[in-house]
């Protein structure tokens, strides 16, 4: 079965740290770039950061360079997320997704998804 689950979040206070994990089974990794994005119930979903398989660069939404980092294990078949310096305005549903097509701009975008996780919440209070 064909699955992506997402862990790691959690309750933090204003400039902590968390590491979101992405992990991923029935599918061949290697095959796909990956990204995070996150939702705010009510707004719409943004790009938060991608990672391309050709050759492991990325990209990431402009309020969160410099603080949020991400990378992949290929040989765990996973995808992580780190958050330092976390901010009230970082609290979000955050997804993983398989796809292909990683392009900048306003926001990091997948062209093409493949597949959604279900998310992990992540919550900081001021």
């Known amino acids: 079965q064909v699955q992506l689950v997402e862990s790691g979040g959690a309750l933090v206070q204003s400039g902590g740290s968390l590491r979101l994990s992405c992990a991923a089974s029935?599918?061949?990794?290697?095959?796909?770039?990956f990204g995070w994005f996150r939702q705010v119930s009510g707004k719409e979903r943004e790009g938060v950061s991608c990672?391309?398989?050709?050759?492991?660069?990325?990209v990431y939404l402009d309020s969160v360079k410099g603080r949020f980092t991400i990378a992949e294990d290929s040989a765990k078949n996973v995808v992580y997320l780190r958050m330092d310096n976390l901010k009230p305005e970082d609290t979000a549903l955050y997804c993983c997704?398989?796809?292909?097509?990683?392009?900048?701009?306003?926001?990091?975008?997948?062209?093409?998804?493949?597949?959604w996780g279900q998310g992990t919440q992540v919550t900081v209070s001021s």
């Open positions: 997704a398989a796809g292909n097509g990683v392009r900048g701009g306003l926001q990091p975008i997948l062209q093409q998804v493949y597949r």
């Open positions: 029935g599918f061949i990794f290697d095959y796909y770039d």
């Open positions: 990672i391309r398989r050709t050759d492991g660069s990325t």
